[in-house]
């Protein structure tokens, strides 16, 4: 029913509230880690997934990042080309090639993380208490699950 209330259907509502939210908290903390330290989210989000997790063909990482082909594609060219990231031989597969965080991309990424930390802090932490987060938390989790989604990333 295209028409009906989302007061009358909790899942929609609950859906229209976290894409309010991400629309809003996304640029507000883009704008506050750029003037930080200088790197754009979309940038922290690459070296998020690459930190600890060693080489990750670009398909894998794409899907992490929730970004098309293209988008991973030239974003991993800007951070390469600004000495965060490098494209390595893929020894299982000769047509495609592995990104891995270098010293310089581990080195920015641990600068920026307490901003970034601080920044989902301030706008969650002041606006819900510890109880209410962490029952969001398992219900996103529980809705990763039922979908059969990635396992949820580390923040």
Do not use: C
């Not at 030239?74 to 494209?87: D, M, P, W």
């Amino acid at each position: 029913m295209p028409n009906e209330p989302s007061s009358r259907r909790p899942a929609v509502a609950a859906w229209a509230a976290l894409l309010q939210v991400h629309a809003a908290l996304v640029p507000e903390l883009d704008a506050e880690l750029r003037k930080a330290t200088g790197l754009p989210l979309t940038w922290y989000d690459v070296l998020l997934e690459l930190d600890g997790a060693g080489p990750m063909r670009m398909s894998d990482l794409g899907e992490k990042v929730v970004l098309s082909r293209t988008r991973v594609s030239r974003l991993v060219a800007e951070l390469e080309t600004n000495g965060l990231l490098r494209r390595e031989h893929n020894p299982d597969d000769g047509r495609s090639a592995l990104v891995a965080i270098t010293d310089l991309g581990r080195q920015r990424f641990r600068e920026a993380a307490p901003h970034y930390l601080d920044g989902i802090e301030r706008r969650l932490g002041a606006n819900a208490d510890p109880a209410e987060l962490a029952a969001l938390a398992a219900t996103l989790r529980k809705v990763l699950g039922a979908t059969d989604l990635a396992a949820p990333r580390r923040r």
